[in-house]
């Protein structure tokens, strides 16, 4: 009788120790989150920005030689997880996609074609423009990366957690 009273009495405590423990690693990975902007070159994080998994972010820029704005959209993932879900421009120009296939949907919408993807980046890279003007928008602000570094210069646009070393995050 005694041990099944004792055992009837911490049910409840062990039902809620493992609903803690099943929670905490969501809410803790998702706490540190970060969008970084990074030059790889110097190993320097030029800005980071508070994200969550699902935080939505754009990159406008002009293509180099068309002179199409274009919007990419982004959604965080998790750490080293992004995904391009949209590409919208308003011409055509080299390198962009121009017909659907089973990678993509054009849509044509109005004065724009939208391209919808679904393409799986661990980090986004990009040779900062010195009249492309690239653009990120990330949780309502706008940061031009000429803001950051020079022109022509390699940045990596990534999602990193700050629990994790970045050893064994970027060891390549």
Do not use: C
């Amino acid at each position: 009788m005694q041990r099944s009273r004792n055992t009837i009495s911490m049910r409840p405590l062990w039902i809620i120790l493992s609903i803690l423990f099943i929670l905490t690693p969501a809410y803790a990975g998702n706490s540190h989150l970060y969008l970084q902007i990074y030059q790889p070159e110097r190993e320097e994080i030029l800005l980071k920005v508070p994200v969550s998994v699902g935080d939505r972010f754009q990159l406008r820029y002009t293509h180099s030689s068309d002179l199409t704005p274009i919007v990419d959209h982004f959604v965080i993932v998790g750490p080293d997880k992004i995904i391009l879900e949209e590409e919208e421009f308003l011409w055509y120009g080299s390198g962009l996609e121009f017909q659907s296939t089973e990678n993509a949907r054009v849509i044509l919408d109005g004065h724009r074609t939208r391209v919808l993807l679904n393409r799986h980046f661990t980090y986004i890279p990009i040779r900062v423009g010195r009249v492309a003007g690239h653009l990120v928008k990330i949780n309502n602000r706008s940061i031009p990366l000429l803001s950051l570094t020079g022109g022509g210069e390699p940045v990596w646009i990534r999602i990193v957690n700050d629990n994790v070393p970045e050893q064994k995050r970027w060891n390549r």
